[in-house]
């Protein structure tokens, strides 16, 4: 099958990426799904709407965020030129809120008052929380139990900002179990609550919508470099949880056939010890959360948990989108340990005084290799998608160091 | 001949003046014999359909009781081969109840789809629930069915509005499962007055027989259920009387008590009063 030149027509109307997308939901929340993408479809065309997210990005979010040459960074590895897109400058701190401004004000358009999503680092429950108490609404946030305890900065900010927190018992009260969990709550609340959900997966038209708002970093990052270099990257990397930074980077790219995109997934102890959350470099095809996508899953198709020190990329799928660029082999994507994340995240500390996520410090940890293989007259840039704040505590427990 | 078998059961329901008892259990929990006890309990005291749990890990549209159910059958090692082995185990004696696989789309997904239902029609399973299969994503299915008359089931619920009807109906059989509220298995409490016209649009779309399910409970409620549709659904009350035996009761405790509850269901489900 020639697919060039047709990596920016997916989804297709059954909202499938090739073999993969769709919309695996109960009974009860199809004609949701349904009227949420004749919504967006009308959102799409309205350039109101459109006028709004441009406003709050710029004056609320304080976009665009800036295209940052690492300079030292580039020396310290000595191939090609590193460029952050600094989306950890955003308001609260990372990508996700590019995301939850789009759905929200969906949520507006179609009435709804109520707004509930899961989180795992709680990152998108921050968002989700910030971009609520802006506009007034009820936001409900699901969160692994096991997650409450460990993020619990994140867990005291969302409370400030208004939100309700359902820790999640079920399952392991991990991010998966919250989803399940803000799923249930939907078709329970269907007439009230729209569902926000925090990345590029779920059901259709949630891949979609999400990317799109996402899109704005590589639109972004293609401009900024054009004026910069007066050329494309020849390659743009992202860590990948569900994958909703890294589509946004690499969407605005996909036709540009020369620019590699590679995304990182995480590792964990390693994909061959079984505990790690890299569900494309150790997974298979299955349905989980409303789309088909690769999964990890035992022989039975039993959904195993993930595992990763950060947890927002602590989550055994993948957005469908991915699993369709990676079989297709337009995008590349490399693995991070644990151990090589949190020594990425301080070498970025010490070069560049820029304290990163753990979760784009896992693709901070790939770059060198990808930055040698390449030679210093090729350009990389990386999304450095959230900041690290909210890591330094678990950061210092993993390294022995009592605060 | 499974859909006849399916047709039969509701036929003679109505031939009885009733609506049909079908009753919901998670296979293996809290292990394989206990299930197949329970199954010739629920048949013995006059369930007309049994729906057969398959576990899953993640079971987006079930509450807490059932969600525990699926957890103790995982942790006994439960996979959806030993559900299709127990299906068998059961259809070696009984050759008329329509047994209903109901489970998520993920480990049959895995087996693969053909695969699947070649096992399950010789298991003598007579037709699936796959909550997360809507219309739209069961072709594969519905192809993988079609040499072996397995019923695809589908589910109809509070959302589903007129239009919406047709497409769940379109390529249905079997029976329809109304879900009589919005909301997880267990939760809510339906009330019949409600649901009586989603529950008719449904039978005049489909032409198929109706069952009402999620939050049934009581003989009571069965009762008020009954004179509504042409079946109904009791799980949560089952899985939880189930449930007892991880505080200690044993099996023969639970098998009783799910007999009788199946009795106390059964004689309320009569149309023509009986029981008022
Ligand atoms: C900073 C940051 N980066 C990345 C992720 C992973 O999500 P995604 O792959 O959707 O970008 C998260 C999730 O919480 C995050 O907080």
Redesign the interface.
Known sequence: MDLRNTWDKWPDANGRFGEFGGRYVAETLMPLILDLEKEYRAAQKDPEFQAQMDDLWKHYVGRPSPLYFAERLTDHFGGAKIYFKRDELNHTGAHKINNCLGQVLLAMRMGKKRIIAETGAGQHGVATATVCARFGLQCVVFMGATDVERQKPNVFRMRLLGAEIVPVESGTGTLKDAMNEALRDWVTNVDDTFYCIGTAAGPHPYPELVRDFQSIIGREAKEQMLEREGRLPDAVMACIGGGSNAIGLFHPFVEDEGVRLIGVEASGHGVETGMHAAALNGGKPGILHGNRTYLLQDDDGQIIDAHSISAGLDYPGIGPEHAFLRDSGRAEYLTCTDDEALEAFQLCTRLEGIIPALEPSHALARIGEVAKEMGPDQIIIMNLCGRGDKDIFSVAGHLGIDM | MPVSRISAAFDKARSDGRSALVSYVMAGDPDLETSYQVLNALVDNGADVIELGA??????????SI?RAG?RS?KAGT???DVLALAKRFRETNQTTPLILMG????????GYETFAGAASDAGIDGTII???????DMPLREAYAPYELAVI????????EA?MKT?ADGASGFLYY?SV???TG??KPVASDIAPGVQSAQRISGLPVCVGFGIKTGEQAREMAAISDGVVVGSAFVDIISEMEQGKSREEIVESVARLTRELSSGLNRNGGVA
Do not use: C, I, S, W
């Open positions: 576990p899953f890990t993640d079971p987006m549209a079930d509450g807490p969600q957890q995982l996979t959806l081969k998520y789309a993920n480990p049959v997904h895995l087996m909550v997360d299969l809507p219309p739209e994503e589908r589910l109809a619920t509070p959302t589903t509005h919406r769940v879900v919005t909301g997880v939760a809510k």
